[in-house]
């Protein structure tokens, strides 16, 4: 089902984790995989991801589930210049504090 692109979304009004997670479906009948990786273009703060990632591993719950997006922004960035640095970390959710962007 779609919803908004939260790229244009006005501060605040981005659809939230539950609302994408709400809006998708996994047809399980795939064979059972060991790894799943998500491929995105550009993470703003990863509802979208963390949504869809929830999903995959829901379904295939046996399998590793990670993500790989090619640009994370700090906030709604319209146009990328260059790249500073690479990141590896954790974005996690709960309904009690949000999203969490955490770098180890």
């Known amino acids: 089902m779609a919803v908004p692109k939260s790229a244009y979304a006005a501060a605040g009004n981005r659809p939230s984790v539950q609302r994408h997670y709400d809006t998708m479906m ?33 379904a295939f719950p046996k399998a590793d589930v990670r993500v790989f997006a090619l640009i994370r922004t700090r906030g709604l960035v319209q146009d990328v210049e260059n790249v500073i640095d690479i990141t590896v970390g954790q974005i996690t959710w709960s309904a009690a504090s949000g999203i969490d962007r955490s770098n180890p």
């Open 26 to 58: 996994v047809d399980p009948q795939l064979v059972s995989p060991k790894r799943i990786l998500i491929v995105d273009d550009i993470i703003t703060k990863g509802a979208t991801l963390l949504a869809g990632a929830s999903r995959v591993a829901e």
